[in-house]
């Protein structure tokens, strides 16, 4: 089952976060859009519905792909790359088009769990987050493509000194920057039991490790997971849009969505969301969700 959530935060004025959850392709997506008045709601819209209409005309096996298909991946990575390099042409293309799009980019992490190889595939770019939980234990699965981390791979002797005057909001990858962009791909062996958390930087950049597996390990329910990450994020600043989106792995595990009732504040989750006075988390609707705010990254 999986459950999504996005919130607007504190001090933003606007949404530019956007999470997608395609209940019969099993395809959970999270994209933080960056731009500020450059459209980074824009382009996080662009970036998840992009994924779910690819997904949908792929459903069926006779449908020519835009993209060469690598015969090295399996099936699971090569509709996750192509879905995430087709989002990447879409925003490119819009942001050419209009002025007001022009400079527009998102981050975007996406998992496609597969029940018969019993395997979560999971395609990111920037550094929106996936998190596998299992036994008590929490492990980032994804690594943040920020200057920070690109600093540390090439000179991993940096003293904490040193680290503290890197810029920690740089992202060094993200779609829209560039025609061609290098997705990092992986897969995890899942478990009866595991959960997966997706997340925006406004839930990773506010809260630990530690404090995410908390949450998680003691919400029996995911919905109510999704609200508690969102609120302590709010609660230790709530500095950017947070959004989070989790998906337990269960005996006969059909990624069913399960529904969280809107506050009568949110407007419907079939249109974007506006920001509502008091502002009101969106939460997941049938197929996918948009909501979002923040300041360019970089």
Known sequence: MAAGISDVG??????????????????YVVADGM????????????????MVEFFRATAAEDVTWPFHFDARLSEEENRLLT??????????ERS????????MGTTIVGALFSPDKGKMFIGHVGDSRAYRVRDGKIAQL?????????????????????????????????LGMQD?????????????????????????????????????GESADITEACRRLVATANEHGGEDNITAVIVRIEETNSARIEMAQPTPAAASPASPQPDPEPKAPSEAPPASDASGGDEPKG
Do not use: W
Request: aromatic share 2%.
């Open 35 to 50: 731009g500020g008045h450059r459209a980074g709601d824009v382009a996080s819209r662009l970036a998840t519905d992009s």
């Open 10 to 27: 504190l001090q933003r004025d606007h949404n530019e976060d956007c999470f997608a959850i395609l209940n019969d392709q099993e395809l």
């Open 96 to 103: 050419l088009r209009s002025r007001e799009c022009h400079g």
């Open 142 to 174: 994804t690594r943040d493509h920020s200057l920070v981390n690109d600093y540390l791979l090439a000179m991993p002797e940096l003293t904490e000194e040193q680290k503290s005057e890197l810029p920690k909001n740089v992202i060094t990858r993200a």
């Open 180 to 216: 061609h962009v290098t997705v990092d791909l992986q897969s995890d062996d899942a478990q009866i039991g595991d959960t997966y958390v997706l997340c925006s930087d406004g839930l990773s950049g506010m809260m630990d490790d530690g404090e995410i597996l908390e949450v998680v």
């Open 83 to 92: 879905g995430i390099r087709i989002a990447n042409r879409q925003i490119i």
